[in-house]
């Protein structure tokens, strides 16, 4: 059974930093590409950022392109999101998925596994 686990959610200030970061067991982590989604309050989950299994294809909402970089480390099992000029429409909860895909997918229904989420909040 797949496990994704978010941590390094809360709060901080516009302008502010943090690191989120999305635990896999249960599978081949390496094979997997990897995806960060976003839910606020009252709107749909949107796409944030993918990563190929070999973190060499990635893609970034146009939202978030150059403030957040995604990263992963298959020996940990493990894959990243750096949050930095962080704004307070960044506020939501953020998802980390599993897909089995060649290319990073930006559709959430092309992903076959999700955690929980961790709430990020951005004050002004």
């Known amino acids: 059974q797949v496990q994704l686990v978010e941590s390094g959610g809360g709060l901080v200030e516009a302008g502010g930093s943090l690191r989120l970061s999305c635990a896999a067991s249960?599978?081949?982590?390496?094979?997997?590409?990897m995806g960060w989604f976003r839910q606020a309050p009252g709107k749909e989950r949107e796409f944030v950022a993918t990563?190929?299994?070999?973190?060499?294809?990635?893609y970034y909402a146009d939202s978030v392109k150059g403030r957040f970089t995604i990263s992963r480390d298959n020996a940990k099992n493990t894959v990243y999101l750096q949050m930095n000029s962080l704004k307070p429409e960044d506020t939501a909860v953020y998802y980390c998925?599993?897909?089995?895909?060649?290319?990073?997918?930006?559709?959430?229904?092309?992903?076959?596994?999700w955690g929980q989420g961790t709430q990020v909040t951005v004050s002004s």
């Open positions: 990563i190929s299994w070999s973190g060499v294809i990635i």
């Open positions: 249960g599978r081949t982590f390496s094979r997997y590409s």
């Open positions: 998925a599993m897909g089995v895909t060649v290319v990073p997918p930006q559709e959430a229904y092309e992903y076959d596994y």
